[in-house]
């Protein structure tokens, strides 16, 4: 509590709002939060106003560090603020060497590179368009001192104090004059696990906070301390790849969800590290699978770490794209070979996709037509353009996933035989979710990615959730359980998520499928009564229709695929 002192000497008389009123507020208001401060010179009764993160920092500045609530006019000097400048080393000039190279992912970003030495004091900046008012632009320039007790909590202060890696965004700053920035920092350390070095990264963009925290966190990863030669040796051929693509910041800045708990299975890491041979030598890759196991996230991770991870990933979703504009998606066409064509042509994706990779997803719904052209492509490396006359050539290595059993679609003329050992030069099954020996752990980080997406809430699966969740048989594998935690998320309101928070589809499925009686015994029970894979994916899009009452383009997110894509799977289906 402040001294009595302190609350005679403001100059207005303090109007203290209704509290029962900024009360049914509901949480995560840091602004209403600050302006409580403002008004009361005291910290909130009800500190889930915000986040907690930022609930801990506001109690630090007020009680550890005696800094007046709801404003930054205080003395700027904190104990060895009269120190020299940021300490110049050779470690941290190297660390500065070598976090220069992410700048270039920020271009075009609105935000400032700072690296700041172990007191929080800055070494150096560098600015990408980051339109600052005068007030914050005192204090990103070099030798500022950023420790909480200085600038109040703040995303390289409190990286500091913390150990973490943290972010804040306007008025979830203790001091006023951060109001218009979000910051966001990292502490990096040296092998002895001491830090050496803080990076942050500062913007005026509101909302980006979730964003500069993730991409700081995948930078730093690889700008951490050298592991263990025992380390090296214990861990498989792909994170090895991965560990020296980070330690080369050859990677570029994002990396889809999921694909990190995708390979932490054995026996998925061999089929990764089987990619990424077969990608150096050009040979077409055909990944099976069922539907949702994460065919998309093997492939970019596999370009991400793979000799032609430089050049361009272009996918193509060959069910969502009508057969009539299927050719000139692929093939591109000259100005003026159609009406309606543009007045210059159009590049096709084979062109655009020159010296990377092209994913041809469900590729077992491709035209039967396009389908000899495509051969034509894989055997030659060349293609006309639709309208065209002169052969292209291009270097592109030919991936292709479908969920779809292609030697029964030989067998009913579906699909071309000789197309299919052609682009099975080599063939990665991934297996479904409840086959995976690595369930729990895939559960763990899908949860935290999406509870990290969800405002980086400090929240726990329940014991029973989590063993309901090994009992599933998760028949839309990856993507249901991706959508399961995401609703289970936005409706839990503690600080542990529990079975009442868990859709009520989800929950009835689990219960009709004999959820104790695990995997074998759902298939055996559900199969038994004539159900087939079609049957469970076009329960699941009714279910999602009625849940979202008829609205395509939510039921869509919810279900995890493009809008054109569930309405082409309705009428497959009949749904009304």
């Not at 090296?232 to 800045?253: F, H, K, S």
């Amino acid at each position: 509590m402040l001294s009595e002192q302190y609350l005679s000497s403001v100059s207005r008389p303090v109007e203290f709002p209704d509290w029962n009123r900024f009360s049914s507020l509901y949480v995560d208001r840091p602004d209403q939060a600050w302006e409580w401060m403002r008004q009361t010179g005291v910290l909130p009764a009800a500190l889930d106003w915000v986040r907690p993160e930022v609930a801990e920092a506001w109690c630090r500045c007020f009680e550890d560090y005696r800094l007046p609530p709801g404003t930054d006019d205080w003395p700027r000097k904190a104990d060895g603020a009269d120190e020299p400048g940021p300490s110049v080393s050779l470690e941290l000039a190297s660390v500065w060497e070598r976090v220069r190279c992410v700048f270039d992912f920020l271009k075009g970003a609105q935000a400032a590179l700072v690296v700041a030495d172990a007191r929080c004091r800055i070494f150096r900046v560098l600015d990408d368009g980051l339109r600052m008012a005068p007030v914050a632009r005192e204090v990103l320039k070099v030798g500022a001192d950023w420790r909480e007790e200085v600038l109040g909590n703040n995303g390289i202060g409190s990286a500091a104090a913390l150990g973490t890696a943290i972010a804040f965004e306007g008025k979830e700053h203790y001091g006023a004059r951060l109001h218009a920035l979000v910051t966001a920092g990292c502490p990096l350390r040296n092998a002895a696990g001491e830090t050496t070095a803080l990076v942050g990264l500062i913007s005026d963009r509101r909302g980006s906070a979730g964003a500069l925290l993730a991409f700081l966190r995948m930078a730093c990863d690889g700008l951490a301390a050298p592991r263990s030669d025992r380390e090296g040796q214990a861990a498989g051929p792909c994170l090895e790849r991965c560990r020296r693509a980070e330690n080369t910041l050859e990677v570029p800045p994002a990396t889809p969800p999921g694909e990190q708990s995708l390979i932490s299975d054995a026996a998925v890491e061999g089929l990764l590290d089987k990619a990424l041979r077969l990608q150096e030598r050009g040979i077409p890759l055909l990944v099976s699978g069922e539907s949702g196991t994460g065919k998309e996230y093997l492939v970019r991770f596999a370009h991400r770490l793979g000799p032609r991870r430089k050049g361009p990933l272009v996918a193509v979703n060959c069910a969502s794209i009508p057969k009539d504009l299927i050719e000139s998606e692929l093939f591109g066409y000259e100005a003026g070979s159609f009406t309606g064509a543009r007045s210059r042509g159009k590049p096709g994706k084979f062109l655009l996709a020159d010296g990377g990779v092209l994913f041809l997803d469900e590729i077992g719904d491709m035209s039967f037509d396009l389908q000899a052209t495509l051969l034509r492509v894989l055997e030659t490396g060349e293609f006309v353009p639709v309208g065209g006359a002169k052969p292209l050539r291009v270097d592109v290595q030919v991936v292709a996933a479908t969920n779809v059993d292609l030697q029964e679609a030989i067998r009913q003329g579906r699909f071309r035989r000789d197309l299919y050992y052609r682009l099975n030069g080599a063939r990665l099954h991934l297996p479904p979710l409840r086959q995976r020996p690595d369930r729990s752990r895939i559960v763990q980080a899908v949860f935290e990615q999406e509870a990290a997406a969800a405002g980086g809430r400090r929240i726990r699966l329940s014991e029973e959730v989590m063993a309901l969740f090994e009992r599933h048989p998760w028949p839309g594998n990856l993507r249901e359980l991706r959508n399961v935690i995401r609703n289970a998320l936005f409706a839990c309101s503690g600080g542990v998520l529990t079975v009442d928070d868990l859709p009520a589809d989800f929950l009835e499925e689990a219960g009709q499928g004999g959820a104790s009686s695990g995997p074998e015994g759902w298939e055996a029970s559900r199969f038994a009564d004539g159900l087939c894979l079609s049957k469970v994916e076009s329960e699941s899009i009714a279910a999602a229709i009625c849940r979202c009452r008829g609205n395509m383009s939510q039921a869509a997110r919810v279900l995890g695929i493009a809008r054109s894509t569930l309405y082409k799977k309705v009428s497959r289906y009949g749904l009304a």
